[in-house]
């Protein structure tokens, strides 16, 4: 029989307040709502710099991997590969990264990032980093550590191959 915490108890109802019951015991609804939240803050603060989802962390992962293929940045973003081309494309267009055939496999593009490129994940980051401070200021520096431990536990667990 479900419980008054499940049902959300017409109190509750009343005073206009909506309860989550059993969601509030699902790991996966939780972090949605943050994500949510979360994405919703960064688009906004990240509208003025024109870019397609995904294309942001896909200039973070380049930079961080000079000559990275195409495929990883599609793996790594985690978008098909035809969507990940696409922001590549947008990117080439706007002189943010530069695009090269591999000498030892001509299929294959090496991506990096250009100096206009840097310069501009630059200017993100401090806007990205300003929003995300104000929004984890809430936490205490061991609460952060923590954090980060549990998301990259969850992250391993669910894709043991995964480096975190």
Not at 76 to 84: N, Q, R
Not at 90 to 117: C, F, H, K, P, Q
Not at 124 to 137: H, K, N, R
């Amino acid at each position: 029989m479900a419980s008054d915490e499940d049902r959300g108890s017409e109190e509750g109802k009343a005073s206009g307040e909506i309860k989550l019951g059993r969601l509030n015991r699902n790991l996966g609804f939780r972090l949605r709502r943050v994500h949510q939240r979360l994405s919703r803050r960064f688009s906004e603060q990240t509208r003025q710099f024109s870019f397609r989802s995904g294309g942001i962390s896909a200039l973070a992962i380049i930079e961080a991997n000079p000559g990275i293929s195409q495929s990883e940045v599609a793996r790594e973003i985690d978008v098909d590969a035809s969507i990940a081309v696409g922001i590549l494309n947008d990117m080439r267009r706007r002189s943010l990264v530069t695009r090269s055939r591999l000498s030892d496999d001509r299929r294959r593009y090496a991506i990096e990032l250009t100096e206009s490129g840097r310069e501009l994940l630059d200017e993100i980051f401090i806007s990205v980093t300003a929003m995300e401070d104000d929004i984890l200021g809430i936490l205490t520096p061991s609460d952060l550590l923590f954090l980060g431990y549990i998301l990259d536990k969850l992250y391993v667990s669910l894709d043991p191959e995964a480096e975190v």
